[in-house]
């Protein structure tokens, strides 16, 4: 079900993460990159659902312990 959390009922949250300009994840990955594999996920260009999660994880993991 993930997959279409993350284009429906998630896309929200996850829009909210990678669009912070202080986003943890902003120091590692290419925040426009993150988005644009958001929104192809999104539009069913290709599943990121893996991907998305492992961003989300990194996010939540450097907030709570390297943060």
């Known amino acids: 079900p993930l997959s279409r959390w993350f284009k429906r009922d998630l896309l ?3 829009s909210d993460i990678t669009g912070q300009r ?6 590692y990955l290419d925040l426009d990159g993150v988005r644009t ?3 192809r996920h999104r539009t069913g260009v290709k599943d990121f659902t893996t991907s998305i999660w492992s961003v989300l994880f990194l ?3 450097g907030r709570q312990y390297a943060g």
């Open 12 to 14: 929200g949250y996850v």
């Open 22 to 27: 202080d986003a943890f994840i902003g120091e």
């Open 59 to 61: 996010e939540h993991w």
């Open 37 to 39: 594999m958001v929104d």
